[in-house]
């Protein structure tokens, strides 16, 4: 069996309404079956997430240990391909995906960790213009975090990076949230990180938490102002292995 080059890497947690659109979303890619292989971590599932994974040619493993950090890790770990793609379980993913993500960590050493934007898919009470409106308002933030503290972007549902660069440093195996950040952070010892257009497209299960999309927004901007100049001044040095979720910082990274 020949060596991939890419690994796209997703954690699942009781998943299966979704699982098998993004994985056909991601067999359906620019690049040959042969230059990527998928690899999905069930992280404990409860519904028919593991029996659904049967089905496709996918490499799919099981983390006991409770958290995206370790199910992404034991992914890391288990993956064959230079080049990692950390991706969601309820996510689409264009055709165009792999290769525009990986491309820049192929061409540049200087670039250690990639990330692209996300957008809502419309549906009942969350309209085109209303999610509109809500990414424009995404859009300035993630500019503002860019000067500064762009691993702050990074979400695990379109992130990349070096698989031996990643195993260097390791993901956080606590169960907090920020994991994707603090490995951003940390792969910034090796290079740059680089925004790609390549956005992908996800469910507004995450939003409707937060009730109708004018009580989402109001909601979010109660959540990033108090932190706004936190996140736009430089951080300094910390070891993201040890330290906590502070307000206006990795626990705001939430899904504007």
Known sequence: MATPLVSVVIPAYNEAKHIEGTIGSLMNQTMTAEEYE???VDNNSTDDTWEILSRFPVR???Q????CGPAKQMGLMEARGKYILNADADVYYPGNWILKMVTPLIEKESIACVYSKHRFLPEPGFGPFKLF???KMRDVMIVLKSINRPWLNCYGMTMGY???QALA??????NLRGDDGRMAYD?????KILQVNAPVYTHVRTLRQ?????QVIWKRIKRELPGLMVNITRQKDHDTKTSGNSPGGLKNKAEL
């Open 38 to 40: 998928i690899v999905i």
């Open 60 to 62: 799919a493993f099981k």
């Open 64 to 67: 006991p240990i409770q958290g």
């Open 133 to 135: 409106m809500l990414r």
């Open 162 to 164: 070096r698989r031996e």
């Open 169 to 174: 440093v390791g993901f956080d195996m606590r």
């Open 187 to 191: 792969l910034t010892r090796f290079g």
């Open 210 to 214: 937060d009730g109708r999309i004018l």
